[in-house]
């Protein structure tokens, strides 16, 4: 098992940048592929982006191209979710999970869950 705390969220205004972080308590975390999502008020949680257990290859939602950067340091259990350009419409509750095996998008299919950070960019 992994547990993960996320950090780094907070105010910013438009066209800012921010990077949030995932610390994982587990001993097993670079055995996991990894994912960031996030959840606006009254919304369903959607995928922002992946990456696999090595660090080798990344994945993003099309809202998240070109601005945002996943990125993994086992040797500090931590993964990290570089947010440049940032517009109100990114204003959520940002999660990191895990999960095995295998690259996932839904958040159904990750097993482990941080418990979120607040990201709000002012207009």
């Known amino acids: 098992q992994v547990q993960l705390v996320e950090s780094g969220g907070g105010l910013v205004q438009a066209g800012g940048s921010l990077r949030l972080s995932c610390s994982a308590s587990g001993r097993t975390f670079s055995t996991y592929f990894m994912g960031w999502f996030r959840q606006a008020p009254g919304k369903e949680r959607e995928f922002v982006a992946a990456i696999t257990s090595s660090g080798g290859s990344t994945d993003y939602a099309d809202s998240a191209k070109g601005r945002f950067t996943i990125s993994r340091d086992n040797a500090k259990n931590t993964v990290y979710l570089q947010m440049n350009s940032l517009k109100p419409e990114d204003t959520a509750v940002y999660y990191c999970?895990?999960?095995?095996?295998?690259?996932?998008?839904?958040?159904?299919?990750?097993?482990?869950w941080g418990q979120g950070t607040q990201v709000t960019v002012s207009s």
């Open positions: 999970a895990a999960k095995r095996y295998a690259w996932g998008s839904r958040p159904d299919v990750y097993n482990y």
